[in-house]
T-cell receptor, first 109, second 115 residues
Framework: SAVISQKPSRDICQRGTSLTIQCQVD?????MFWYRQQPGQSLTLIAT?????????ESGFVIDKFPISRPNLTFSTLTVSNMSPEDSSIYLC??????FGQGTRLTVV | GQQLNQSPQSMFIQEGEDVSMNCTSS?????WLWYKQDPGEGPVLLIA?????ELTSNGRLTAQFGITRKDSFLNISASIPSDVGIYFC???????????????FGKGTLLTVNP
């Protein structure tokens, strides 16, 4: 099993600013995943974060907008850059497919 | 991108009733997963299915991996108020760690249980 600590749990941000979300895992994992869950919607994979290499982004998501760091096998960050109200969502990190963080509820005003 | 068709979208039931929800896809998945998400939380894995035809139980929950590998259902028996939440199905085409590790999620079923 894995325990994932994600923070912040929620934030309200101004348009045009950036927010960095942190994800800490209590064990070493090869791959970490970042998802977006728009209000009332399902989960959409943003990117896969691999330690020691650049993240792999899904169609519709780009590194300039969602830069990801993966400095070691237990930690990753996702930054939502130059935010607009359309970025208001829940952002979730995950390891394997069994374990998710509690999510970061982002509201952009 | 590809999506799973999950139904129903929402359900309102009385405590003690059984409930069933399902997911279908136009393509084959090698793993089917069912999650529950409570408000303000991330999804929690309920059941994982690895083989076509597999029927797996976890307490009052039972899920099956369809024979065609294109569908799955989840049943909850004797529902209780804490069953309230959003249930998601997800499919994975390959084994974890392989090139097809990514999950495709259904849109979710919102379950409300009236005490």
């Amino acid at each position: 099993s894995a325990v994932i600590s994600q923070k912040p749990s929620r934030d309200i941000c101004q348009r045009g600013t950036s927010l960095t979300i942190q994800c800490q895992v209590d064990s070493q994992v090869t791959m970490m995943f970042w998802y977006r869950q728009q209000p009332g919607q399902s989960l959409t994979l943003i990117a896969t974060a691999n330690q020691g290499s650049e993240a792999t982004y899904e169609s519709g998501f780009v590194i300039d907008k969602f830069p990801i760091s993966r400095p070691n096998l237990t930690f990753s960050t996702l930054t939502v850059s130059n935010m607009s109200p359309e970025d208001s969502s829940i952002y979730l990190c995950s390891v394997d497919w069994a374990f998710f963080g509690q999510g970061t509820r982002l509201t952009v005003v | 991108g590809q999506q799973l068709n999950q139904s129903p979208q929402s359900m309102f039931i009385q405590e003690g009733e059984d409930v069933s929800m399902n997911c279908t896809s136009s393509s084959i998945f090698n793993t089917w997963l069912w999650y529950k998400q409570d408000p303000g939380e991330g999804p929690v894995l309920l059941i994982a299915l690895y083989k076509a035809g597999e029927l797996t139980s976890n307490g009052r929950l039972t899920a099956q991996f369809g024979i065609t590998r294109k569908d799955s259902f989840l049943n909850i028996s004797a529902s209780i108020p804490s069953d309230v939440g959003i249930y998601f199905c997800a499919g994975q085409k390959g084994e974890s760690g392989g090139s097809n590790y990514k999950l495709t999620f259904g849109k979710g079923t919102l379950l409300t249980v009236n005490p």
